[in-house]
């Protein structure tokens, strides 16, 4: 590298102890390391995400797209470390410069690291999990990945505070006094994680469950995390639950029912005649058991003389009891069909109403 620089007098210029063309050496290798780890990116990294499309196993295109990024982070770092070496620094700047690429060259490898793992259980284990006739899901598999790179992290930590400098067994025997400590700090979050892995093997609900709180809020499952559980309600907001209160809580999982069941009472009026609250019936019955997102098996009966009207209770079964749009959908499209025939058949819907007896004394 030194010999490309011509040797004139205008390249020895000396400032904070170090030549022009020692500065000009370290700006070329940091501008090179940048150009090579464009090329790398735009134009190798399409060739050999072209090539490995013509292999027969899947391993080497998921590698391929997995390490791109932290492999074009690994070559500045490299570039920065390599273009430091040509400066003459004091001791101390030169330490802090060694340690700081060092620690981000350690982060870049768990980066590699950390996206190889992702891709060996994406690639071996998402198939798997997908299975419905395994014990593995997804929420396992997410659990892996996620111990996974806690444990790729905390090596790297301590290899960077061995490499700063301090002795991690004396450092590990003072954590030990002020464990106690540490502990009461992290009781709120160490129950959410308990609570979390509680959630995810005994499987109350899984990701993409239809569940139903406490409070009657319903909602879909989006995210099962180590503290918190994402949930999207029908109105579209996400509902954010701490692990621990969750799994305290009463929470019904809609997703799990064979069929989703619907109960209502619809009134006549008290003056329908016998022959008109049975049409009344049949027309209800006919009409949802016509329905092809019912069952045929629905019940609908007159159960008793309301304080307003003839109640007709009416229970029946929605198929797709899984997709809450089509429930109410199909709630709907049943009411309107029973308002529809009620109408043509001249059938009365009961409302509250009063009825006051005047008696007018002499």
């Known amino acids: 590298?030194?010999?490309?620089?011509?040797?004139?007098?205008?390249?020895?210029?000396?400032?904070?102890?170090n030549t022009l063309k020692q500065y000009v050496i370290f700006f070329t290798i940091?501008?090179?390391?940048?150009?090579?780890a464009v090329v790398f990116n735009n134009v190798i990294r399409k060739k050999i995400k072209k090539a490995t499309k013509h292999t027969k196993t899947k391993l080497d295109d998921v590698l391929a797209d997995s390490l791109a990024r932290p492999l074009t982070c690994l070559i500045v770092i490299s570039g920065l470390f390599l273009a430091f070496q040509e400066l003459t620094l004091p001791d101390l700047i030169e330490n802090i410069i060694s340690k700081i690429v060092t620690v981000l060259m350690i982060g870049?490898?768990?980066?590699?690291?950390?996206?190889?793992?992702?891709?060996l259980v994406t690639l071996y284990l998402k198939p798997i999990a997908e299975d419905p006739h395994t014990s593995i899901d997804t929420q396992v598999m997410n659990l892996l990945r996620r111990v996974m790179h806690i444990i790729f992290w905390v090596i790297a930590l301590i290899f960077i505070i061995s490499n700063l400098g301090y002795n991690i067994t004396s450092l590990v025997t003072g954590l030990g006094i002020g464990g106690l400590a540490i502990a009461l700090a992290l009781q709120p979050t160490l129950s959410n994680f308990f609570s979390s892995l509680t959630i995810i093997f005994d499987k109350p609900f899984r990701v993409n469950s239809i569940i139903k709180l406490e409070d009657g809020v319903i909602g879909t499952v989006?995210?099962?995390?180590?503290?918190?559980?994402?949930?999207?309600?029908?109105?579209?907001?996400?509902?954010?639950?701490?692990?621990?209160?969750?799994?305290d809580s009463k929470i019904t999982n809609v997703t799990r029912r064979r069929v989703y069941r619907?109960?209502?009472?619809?009134?006549?009026?008290?003056?329908?005649?016998?022959s008109?609250?049975?049409?009344?019936?049949?027309?209800?019955?006919?009409?949802?058991?016509?329905?092809?997102?019912?069952?045929e098996d629905a019940w609908v009966h007159f159960t008793e003389f309301g304080s307003h009207g003839l109640n007709i209770q009416i229970s029946?079964?929605?198929?797709?009891?899984?997709?809450?749009?089509?429930?109410?959908?199909?709630?709907n499209r049943l009411n309107l069909a029973i308002k529809e025939q009620f109408e043509k058949t001249g059938?009365?819907?009961?409302?509250p109403t009063q009825t006051i007896h005047l008696e007018k004394k002499d």
Request: glycine share 2%.
């Open 30 to 36: 940091i501008v090179w390391a940048y150009l090579i």
């Open 1 to 17: 590298m030194l010999n490309v620089i011509p040797n004139m007098s205008f390249f020895h210029l000396t400032f904070l102890d």
């Open 316 to 331: 029946y079964w929605i198929k797709q009891c899984e997709n809450y749009p089509v429930i109410l959908e199909t709630k």
């Open 222 to 247: 989006q995210e099962i995390g180590f503290r918190s559980t994402v949930i999207r309600t029908l109105q579209g907001s996400e509902l954010i639950i701490p692990n621990n209160k969750l799994i």
């Open 276 to 295: 008109d609250l049975q049409k009344a019936i049949q027309i209800v019955k006919k009409i949802i058991d016509a329905d092809s997102e019912t069952s």
């Open 347 to 351: 059938l009365e819907f009961a409302f």
């Open 108 to 119: 870049a490898l768990v980066l590699v690291i950390n996206r190889t793992s992702d891709a």
């Open 262 to 274: 619907v109960d209502q009472v619809i009134g006549l009026v008290y003056h329908t005649s016998l």
